[in-house]
């Protein structure tokens, strides 16, 4: 009987859900998961998680006492509510989850160790292993540096919002466990740069993510390299025998779908035999990479402003949940 994409997929590549929807995560089975604002956000604002955003608004109030601000209650809330679907997830998958710190801290060291410290907390006092976790923190120099540290506490980090080599290079002098390039992002600015619409091996995000597992594969990092943010299923197949893969659910389903041959396209081996220059990144090399490299420095600003402006969507839908429980018998969640 012949397999499908998925199947052949699974074989060469951990399959990570990328998704905050727990019902998705059930019916599609990744091994690991991931979350960032804007799926805590969509998922926050679906009926069928009512109780989980009532709950850790209700315990918030508790935690704070009921003089506190609702301002500061909806704060510890957000952060309460990314551990509480990552507990979830965690009892579906039998990997690790990722969750983000606040991106309006992504250039902030000591604020990003806070919160990662913060979220650790947390999941370890629910009886969750941090050794199941992985901190998603942007691929800033202040977020690359603040994972360093993390990653020497035993605190395992996800640098998110990465698309240039030097951020890839960077992260992994620091000894993070993943990196998360954003391989649909990369192909959005190239078309809206250039006009023009790419395929297969030609996609811009394809050839940079390969470029970066070649790297890594041939300098023997351990970093793990986990393809992110993909916009049709080519782009996937052409990725082929990456570390990991993080996929939507409905590319998951069309990919489970879709009977072929799947080829492996990225070998360790194949990288081993590269000729490739190796490179030493400081700031100052970071920061002169970055500023030339026009498509990284559009989107990680992009991306940081995205997921900051999720956030307080996020806030704001706390808030608004939290006055209608404050005044009793309120509509579920997403009601109309």
Excluded at 151 to 168: P, R
Excluded at 198 to 212: F, H, L, N, R, W
């Amino acid at each position: 009987m012949a397999k499908s994409l998925l199947a052949q997929l699974r074989a060469m590549t951990t399959v990570v859900g990328d998704t905050g929807d727990i019902e998705a995560i059930e019916k599609v089975k990744p091994q690991d998961a991931t979350t960032n604002p804007s799926l805590l956000t969509a998922a926050a604002q679906m009926p069928a998680y009512s109780k989980i955003v009532d709950g850790v608004l209700l315990d918030a109030k508790k935690q704070l006492g009921e003089d506190a601000e609702d301002a500061q209650v909806t704060k510890l809330a957000f952060e309460n509510l990314a551990v509480a679907f990552g507990k979830k997830i965690l009892q579906i998958i039998p990997g690790r989850v990722s969750t983000e710190v606040d991106a309006r801290m992504s250039y902030d060291t000591e604020k990003t160790m806070e919160q990662a410290h913060s979220i650790i907390q947390k999941y370890e006092s629910a009886g969750v292993s941090r050794q199941r976790v992985l901190i998603k923190i942007a691929s800033t120099w202040e977020g690359i540096r603040a994972a360093e540290k993390l990653e020497k506490e035993g605190i395992h980090c996800n640098l998110t919002l990465l698309f240039g080599i030097h951020q890839a290079i960077a992260a992994a002098d620091a000894g993070v466990t993943l990196i998360s390039p954003f391989v649909g992002r990369i192909l959005d600015w190239y078309k809206k740069d250039t006009g023009k619409d790419y395929e297969g091996a030609d996609d811009p995000g394809v050839q940079s993510v390969t470029k970066i597992y070649n790297y890594f594969k041939k300098f023997g990092y351990k970093t793990q390299v986990m393809g992110a943010s993909f916009r049709n299923t080519g782009e996937i197949t052409e990725l082929a025998g990456c570390d990991l893969l993080t996929i939507s659910p409905h590319f998951l389903e069309e990919l489970d779908a879709t009977q072929g041959t799947l080829e492996r396209k990225l070998d360790p081996a194949k990288a081993k035999a590269m000729q490739i220059e190796k490179l030493t990144i400081d700031k100052a090399t970071f920061d002169k990479m970055h500023a030339a490299d026009r498509m990284a420095h559009d989107k990680l600003s992009e991306g940081i402003e995205g997921f900051s402006k999720a956030l307080v969507q996020l806030e704001q839908l706390l808030a608004k949940r939290l006055s209608e429980l404050e005044a009793g018998a309120p509509k579920p969640v997403g009601a109309r």
